[in-house]
């Protein structure tokens, strides 16, 4: 399954845009008075971009999963209408 983007959202799709890693890692912030840590900043934002590579992976290949199970469902409802004897009742 394709992802196509366009300024930031998916492309067509109706569903919000994914928080990219990328876009995780370079965000940047106004300075503060009392800001927090840059190091800490960068450091926490290093763990979050590095778990949406992990979901960003996982959903692709559940979405993989998905669709090859698809396929095999179809797959055997053929087979199986090709093989099925009609009913001599009434139904």
Known sequence: MAQVYRGGQLYG??????????????????????GADP?????????????????????????EENDRLKRALRDWQTMHARECQPNEGHW
């Open 13 to 34: 799709t109706g569903q919000p845009a994914r928080l990219t890693p990328h876009e995780v890692r370079t965000r940047t912030f106004d300075a503060r008075r009392r």
């Open 39 to 63: 190091d800490q900043v960068r450091e926490f934002q290093a763990q979050v971009a590095d778990e949406l590579t992990d979901l960003h992976r996982q959903v692709r290949l559940l979405s």
